[in-house]
T-cell receptor
Framework: EPEVTQTPSHQVTQMGQEVILRCVPI?????FYWYRQILGQKVEFLVS????????KSEIFDDQFSVERPDGSNFTLKIRSTKLEDSAMYFC????????????FGSGTRLTVV | GQQLNQSPQSMFIQEGEDVSMNCTSS?????WLWYKQDPGEGPVLLIA?????ELTSNGRLTAQFGITRKDSFLNISASIPSDVGIYFC??????????????FGKGTLLTVNP
C-alpha cells in the first residue's frame, strides 16, 4: 500500500537553529499538508499546499515556517529559528484531491528543541 | 474556531468487551472521519462517513454519521489487545474550500487488558 514517508523520525535541535523536515507524499497525490501534534494534545493543521503554492495556513504557521516542493517528489517544512514550544510531532499528509478518500498521514517527525 | 468534543477521554476495558466512543460538534459537518494513532505513528484512517445517518463497518469497527450532522460515534466489538491506541474523530474545517484541511478531536485513549 502506498505510504507517505517522513525523515528523520526524530530530530533534536538547539533553540534558534534552523530545521528542515522532509516528506515524500504518495506519488499521484496533488494536495499536501503539514500538521503538528504537541505531546498529549490533538493534531493541528499547519499548512496546505497545492499547485506549487500555499493554499491555506493556520495562525500557528507564522513567518518562522516555510514549505517547499523542491522537486517532483519531496515536500519540506522549514522552521527558521526554532523555539522550545516548537517541540512536537510533525505529520505530513497527502491526498489525491476530490474528497477525503485516500487522505494519508506519514509516521511523523518528533522534533525536540533544547 | 470549530471544536470537536470527544468522549470519553480514556477507557480501560477487558479483552472481548465492546467499546463505544463519540464525537460532537456545535457546527454541522459534511464528513466525519475516524482515525487510530499508535504510539509514535501517524493517524491511520479507519472509517469515513459522508452522509447523515450513514452507518459504515470496517471489520469489528462500526461508525455512524449522526442525523443532525453534529455528531458521530465509533463502536469496536470484541476488543483485542492490538486495539490499544488513541482514536480521533476528525472533520473538514468549515470554509476550508477545496483544501481538505481537517480539524481533530482530542482523542480517546483506549487500553485493553488481556
Amino acid at each position: 500500500e502506498p505510504e507517505v514517508t517522513q525523515t528523520p523520525s526524530h530530530q533534536v535541535t538547539q533553540m534558534g537553529q534552523e530545521v528542515i523536515l522532509r516528506c515524500v507524499p504518495i506519488s499521484n497525490h496533488l494536495y499536501f499538508y503539514w500538521y503538528r501534534q504537541i505531546l498529549g494534545q490533538k493534531v493541528e493543521f499547519l499548512v496546505s499546499f497545492y499547485n506549487n503554492e500555499i493554499s491555506e495556513k493556520s495562525e500557528i504557521f507564522d513567518d518562522q515556517f516555510s514549505v517547499e516542493r523542491p522537486d517532483g517528489s519531496n515536500f519540506t517544512l522549514k522552521i527558521r529559528s526554532t523555539k522550545l514550544e516548537d517541540s512536537a510531532m510533525y505529520f505530513c499528509a497527502s491526498t489525491p484531491g476530490g474528497g477525503f478518500y485516500g487522505y494519508t498521514f506519514g509516521s511523523g517527525t518528533r522534533l525536540t528543541v533544547v | 474556531g470549530q471544536q470537536l468534543n470527544q468522549s470519553p477521554q480514556s477507557m480501560f476495558i477487558q479483552e472481548g468487551e465492546d467499546v463505544s466512543m463519540n464525537c460532537t460538534s456545535s457546527s454541522i459537518f459534511n464528513t466525519w472521519l475516524w482515525y487510530k494513532q499508535d504510539p509514535g505513528e501517524g493517524p491511520v484512517l479507519l472509517i469515513a462517513l459522508y452522509k447523515a445517518g450513514e452507518l459504515t463497518s470496517n471489520g469489528r469497527l462500526t461508525a455512524q454519521f449522526g442525523i443532525t450532522r453534529k455528531d458521530s460515534f465509533l463502536n469496536i466489538s470484541a476488543s483485542i489487545p492490538s486495539d490499544v491506541g488513541i482514536y480521533f474523530c476528525a472533520g473538514p474545517v468549515v470554509g476550508g474550500g477545496s483544501n481538505y484541511k481537517l480539524t481533530f478531536g482530542k482523542g480517546t485513549l483506549l487500553t485493553v487488558n488481556p
